[in-house]
């Protein structure tokens, strides 16, 4: 079972940056892919950022330009910087991992991102 453990979240002013840290308990060298999501109130949680085992990364159209994804595998961990926050980019940020075994997923526990206008 895998453990995830998101930190970095906060509140921040509109135009603001925050950076999120996303930790495994084990190696992410052979995964799959990890990435973030986010899931504000009353909608559905929608992929933010996703980064594949051979470093190919991926990004949602409204975060394009603002969020960099990026990993330390050396640390196990996979970063989630943003940039030019908007309060629309309020949310819990949940990570995820898939891996290679069966394909499961694991999700961390979410962190708050909060966006004042």
């Known amino acids: 079972q895998v453990q995830l453990v998101e930190s970095g979240g906060g509140l921040v002013q509109a135009g603001g940056s925050l950076r999120l840290s996303c930790e495994a308990s084990?190696?992410?060298?052979?995964?799959?892919?990890m990435g973030w999501y986010r899931q504000a109130p009353g909608k559905q949680r929608e992929m933010v950022a996703t980064i594949t085992n051979n470093g190919n990364r991926n990004y949602a159209d409204s975060v394009k330009g603002r969020f960099t994804i990026s990993r330390d595998i050396a640390k196990n961990t996979v970063y989630l910087q943003m940039n030019s926050l908007k309060p629309e980019d309020t949310a819990v940020y949940y990570c995820k991992l898939q891996s290679r075994v069966f394909g499961a997923e694991y999700w961390g526990r979410g962190t708050q991102v909060t966006v004042s206008s």
């Open positions: 084990e190696s992410i060298f052979s995964i799959v892919a």
